[in-house]
């Protein structure tokens, strides 16, 4: 059993950037493939960012890419999402989740484990 926690998030202007990290523990020794996914008042759960084990595969979402990058550290047992030039429409609640493996990496039911999320606020 993986337990997921985020952290990072806050209140930032426009343009700003946030580093958001998701610490796993419990369960770590197997090779998790991580995803990160937001969800804003109202709106149906996005798909944001896709990281492999060994961190060399990644895929983004439509709405971020060029602006936000994951990355991981496996020996800190720890997934990254680095935002900058943050508009207010990214503002949401944030998600990592984990599984041993995805057929499709932007479906979060295909995901095992998630965490409680962060929130995100760009202000205008």
């Known amino acids: 059993q993986v337990q997921l926690v985020e952290s990072g998030g806050g209140l930032v202007q426009a343009g700003g950037s946030l580093r958001l990290s998701c610490l796993a523990s419990g369960g770590t020794d197997s090779q998790y493939v991580m995803g990160w996914f937001r969800q804003a008042p109202g709106k149906e759960r996005e798909f944001v960012a896709f990281?492999?084990?060994?961190?060399?595969?990644?895929v983004y979402g439509d709405s971020v890419k060029g602006r936000f990058t994951v990355s991981r550290d496996n020996a800190k047992n720890t997934v990254y999402l680095q935002m900058t030039s943050l508009k207010p429409e990214d503002t949401a609640v944030y998600y990592c989740?984990?599984?041993?493996?995805?057929?499709?990496?932007?479906?979060?039911?295909?995901?095992?484990?998630w965490g409680q999320g962060t929130q995100v606020t760009v202000s205008s």
């Open positions: 989740a984990a599984a041993n493996e995805v057929d499709n990496v932007v479906e979060g039911r295909q995901y095992d484990y």
């Open positions: 990281i492999g084990w060994s961190g060399t595969v990644t």
